[in-house]
């Protein structure tokens, strides 16, 4: 089982849509959360850091179930610029700051 | 705004040749990785530095080496290429070791062992 797995899709979505990306992890342990997003052979960018009381960003929140152990990204009114990679990335405690890349979850925004 | 500046580009080699990427950050960061990327995959850690001075092995070491040059630079080696190291490699930095900072990455190296 992979530590972080999420759906690869590609999600295809018109603008103004309401899309959602869920991710799952496996360590319990897990400290910190992020959604970083990452354009067609570019380098991952930060998104948005994921609190335990939710948070959001303009047009982006974001939701933690530690419980469930699951992450989600909730996007509204889809702009075209939206499309791209949506990677989760769970932390570990411990040592040095081990981040735990999924494989991510494409997202593309048609007219 | 420089960032994370990663060099070269792009590179190919061929099987058993040896080469080492290079990276160097400006926001005076503490702690630095290389991950490689390979399609259907996550970013996989190969090295990282803590600080200055320290270097660990991540999760896909065999076959590279690392140097912590100074607090700027973190270079990658291969020192007998193989086609399976294929693949992009990000360099990345954070302000500290914390489990709670994120990383800020370079655009990238594509490299291609023929």
């Known amino acids: 089982r992979k530590e972080v797995e999420q759906d690869p899709g590609p999600f295809n979505v018109p603008e103004g849509a309401t899309v959602a990306f869920n991710c799952t992890y496996s360590?319990?342990?897990?400290?910190?959360f992020f959604w970083y997003r990452q354009d067609c052979r570019k380098e991952p960018k930060l998104l948005m850091s994921?609190?335990?009381s939710g948070n959001e960003d303009g047009r982006f929140t974001a939701q933690l179930n530690r419980a469930s152990q699951y992450i989600s990204l909730l996007i509204r009114d889809s702009k075209l610029s939206d499309s791209a990679t949506y990677l989760c990335?769970?932390?570990?405690?411990?040592?040095?700051?081990?981040?735990?890349f999924g494989a991510g979850t494409r997202l593309a925004v048609h007219p | 705004n420089a960032g994370v500046t990663q060099t070269p580009k792009f590179q190919v080699l061929k099987t058993g040749q040896s080469m080492t990427l290079q990276c160097a950050q400006d926001?005076?960061?503490?702690?630095m990785y290389w991950y490689r990327q390979d399609p259907g995959m996550g970013l996989r850690l190969i090295y990282y530095?803590?600080?200055?001075?320290?270097?660990d092995k991540g999760e896909v070491p065999n076959g590279y080496n690392v140097s912590r040059l100074n607090k700027r630079e973190f270079s990658l080696r291969l020192e007998s290429a193989a086609p399976s190291q294929t693949s992009v490699y990000f360099c990345?930095?954070?302000?500290?070791?914390?489990?709670?900072?994120?990383?800020?990455f370079g655009d990238g190296t594509r490299l291609s062992i023929l």
């Open positions: 990345a930095s954070s302000a500290t070791p914390g489990y709670n900072q994120p990383q800020h």
């Open positions: 360590n319990s342990a897990s400290q910190s």
């Open positions: 994921v609190y335990s």
């Open positions: 990335v769970v932390s570990l405690s411990g040592g040095y700051n081990k981040l735990i």
């Open positions: 926001m005076n960061h503490n702690s």
């Open positions: 530095s803590a600080s200055e001075g320290t270097t």
